[in-house]
């Protein structure tokens, strides 16, 4: 597995209105395939994206929690939505919306998984920074194998008592 060794500089990149990022991997997350928007905004080559695990991108500010929502929803089959910070390989970062689902094949397997992503809403980070703060103080408190569940179960308490569950908070977010 791809370990990061990016430093965060702090300074954020933005996609433009229009323009996505799109990305194909292997069922274990390594990249297959990188659009040129992808490629411009991380500051990678496709020669470094290719066979790289996703979390080549993985920003540290970014909870354990949501990466276990992520893979839980995606592994069963199902679609993922949410908003993700990136580290670029200068170390600077950039926030977006993602939208991840599975590839399957003729036999209904997953092969792979398939995701665009796009600029976040406006005041939609704003939104999300304070929850994903509480999460990695939850997981820097639990620590060890349980710390990504026990944050990912307070992201789902806190929205269902506010906003009927995580995919209503985060569909009206970026709506
Ligand atoms: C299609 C797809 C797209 C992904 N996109 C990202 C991404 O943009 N940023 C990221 O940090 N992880 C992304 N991941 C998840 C990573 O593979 C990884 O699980 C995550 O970065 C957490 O790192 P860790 O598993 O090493 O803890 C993606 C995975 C898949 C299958």
Redesign the pocket.
Known sequence: ?TTNRVTPTNRAMELQPDEFIV???DTQ?RITYANRVFMRLSGYTEAELLGA???I???PD?P?GV?KL??DT?SQGGEFFGF?K??CKTGDHYW?F?T?TPDFDARGRIEG???V?RRPAAGAVERITPLYEHMLDIERRTGGAGAAAASLTYLQEQLREEHAGYEPFVFGLQA
């Open positions: 597995m990305s194909k991997t997350g695990n996703h979390n991108l993985r920003h970014m354990k990466y992520f893979w995606i993700v990136n580290l977006v993602a991840v998984y398939f995701s992503r």
